[in-house]
């Protein structure tokens, strides 16, 4: 159940034995946590989104599964740009509010640093980021796949990534890296 947005009850609360294969199958890839942005000043959105994937060429793609229900997903098809923002393991809580789990009086950027781009809101704060270009979208599943060329990179000090393993976030091992 939701109200304004926000999650009351865990999306993964239902018992393993009863989830499809697929989602058990997900839950055992570990994926990077990313925000996803689109815009303007007036109107900014932003989703936690983690299936992501970069592909290397010329030119370097991105692509990620989004709703079409969601307000990101009209806001990248109306103005063709997003930024994708890399999340630092501390940064759980971040993840959690755009995904709609925690309260976040006046929304998610309310109560955070932020500064608008021809590709949509940026999070200053989050130094490894990509700007993109929307190429298309297509339908994957229960959602849709989306592809956007990748124009714009910046690629600040990360440290540790955040990590969603089984349903909840997780630390790379020591010497992992």
């Known amino acids: 159940m939701t109200d304004g947005g926000i999650h009351y009850e865990d999306p993964f609360a239902t018992p ?3 989830r499809s294969p697929v989602r058990r199958l997900r839950g055992r890839l570990a994926a990077g946590v990313t925000i996803w942005t689109s815009g303007g000043a007036h109107e900014r959105t932003g ?3 983690s299936s992501t994937i970069v592909a290397d060429g010329d030119p370097p793609e991105v692509a990620g599964i989004i709703s079409d229900t969601t307000a990101l997903w009209e806001a990248i098809h109306g103005t063709r740009a997003f930024v ?4 630092h393991e501390r940064q759980g809580t971040l993840a959690d509010v755009f995904a709609g789990l925690r309260p976040s009086p006046g929304g998610p950027f309310a109560a955070t640093e932020v500064h608008d781009s021809e590709y949509g809101p940026v999070l200053p704060f989050l130094a490894t980021r990509v700007a993109c270009r929307l190429l298309d979208s297509r339908p994957a599943g229960y ?3 989306v592809r956007g060329e990748a124009e714009e990179f910046e690629l600040g000090d990360l440290g540790d990534p955040l990590v969603l393993f089984r349903g909840g976030y997780r630390r790379l091992a020591p010497g992992a890296g």
């Open 47 to 49: 989703l936690t989104v």
């Open 84 to 87: 994708i923002h890399v999340l």
């Open 143 to 145: 959602a849709y796949l």
């Open 16 to 18: 393993a034995e009863e």
